[in-house]
């Protein structure tokens, strides 16, 4: 796979990357696939690539999905931070399985 990733964050609580394109997007049917679960787990991960922080993955628990030249993703996780203090994370995930290409658009404490 080849994983790409824009703009660097300092923190667990910085916003990183740039913000989503609206329109076309619907609810993810089924937030409990695997497949699903495993983008929100790599998302932590590549965020973890960039920051000073430290998150473990509990779960996705909501997301929306766009159909573009591959998928785009809007997760909303649920993760625990170096304390154990759990959190809500936005994190926005571009997917072209066809080229194994896999992108981490942005990543943010969720409102």
Same mark, same amino acid.
């Given at each position: 796979? #080849?994983?790409?990733? =824009?703009?660097?964050?300092?923190?667990?609580? %910085?916003?990183? +990357?740039?913000?989503?394109? %609206?329109? +076309?997007? /619907?609810?993810?049917? $089924? #937030?409990?696939?695997? @497949?699903?679960?495993? !983008?929100?787990?790599?998302?932590?991960? %590549?965020?973890?690539? @960039?920051?000073?922080?430290? !998150?473990? !993955?509990?779960?996705?628990?909501?997301? &929306?999905?766009?159909? *573009?030249?591959?998928?785009?993703?809007?997760? *909303?996780?649920?993760?625990?931070? =170096? $304390?154990? &203090? !759990?959190?809500?994370?936005? =994190? /926005? *995930?571009? %997917?072209? /399985?066809?080229?194994?290409?896999?992108?981490?658009?942005?990543?943010?404490? =969720?409102?």
């Amino acid at each position: 796979m #080849i994983y790409t990733i =824009a703009t660097p964050a300092t923190g667990c609580g %910085e916003s990183y +990357g740039t913000t989503s394109i %609206e329109g +076309g997007w /619907e609810r993810i049917p $089924n #937030i409990n696939d695997q @497949h699903i679960q495993d !983008l929100g787990s790599w998302a932590v991960l %590549e965020f973890l690539k @960039h920051v000073n922080c430290v !998150l473990k !993955l509990n779960k996705v628990v909501s997301g &929306k999905e766009q159909f *573009v030249s591959g998928m785009n993703y809007e997760l *909303v996780i649920v993760a625990s931070d =170096a $304390n154990g &203090k !759990l959190g809500k994370y936005k =994190a /926005e *995930v571009y %997917e072209q /399985e066809r080229t194994k290409t896999r992108k981490l658009v942005s990543f943010s404490k =969720a409102k």
